[in-house]
């Protein structure tokens, strides 16, 4: 019976130790847009806003880390830009519930 827990166990931890890999991939035209604040966009034209979305739990079970969370988002938020026509995205709220807002701007010609 022991050995049963602890091949569970370890069946387990490998599972999570997987899941906790799988990241969110910066696109190859996601990596040309940069995050910027906004008192650094005043010269830039506004494309609109995304909004994005990622899992807060491993296999929904176990917590990330919130800078593992926040930056997920920041490159979703890359990732959405250049669909939207633009280069730079500010985060326009807080993370919340693994869920946050960019404003997305064109600032190179």
């Known amino acids: 019976?022991?050995?049963?827990?602890?091949?569970?166990?370890?069946?387990?931890?490998?599972?999570?130790?997987?899941?906790?890999?799988?990241?969110?991939?910066?696109?190859?035209?996601?990596?040309?847009?940069?995050?910027?604040?906004?008192?650094?966009?005043?010269?830039?034209?506004?494309?609109?806003?995304?909004?994005?979305?990622?899992?807060?739990?491993?296999?929904?079970?176990?917590p990330k880390q919130s800078s593992s969370v926040a930056k997920q988002l920041q490159i979703l938020a890359r990732n959405s830009a250049i669909h939207m026509g633009g280069d730079t995205v500010v985060p326009i709220t807080s993370v919340e519930n693994g869920q946050q807002v960019f404003a997305i701007f064109r600032c190179i010609p």
């Open 1 to 62: 019976m022991t050995t049963k827990l602890l091949s569970a166990g370890l069946a387990i931890a490998v599972l999570l130790l997987l899941a906790s890999c799988a990241t969110i991939k910066l696109s190859g035209d996601g990596a040309k847009a940069r995050v910027l604040n906004l008192d650094e966009v005043n010269s830039c034209q506004k494309s609109g806003t995304t909004t994005v979305r990622v899992n807060q739990k491993i296999l929904n079970v176990v």
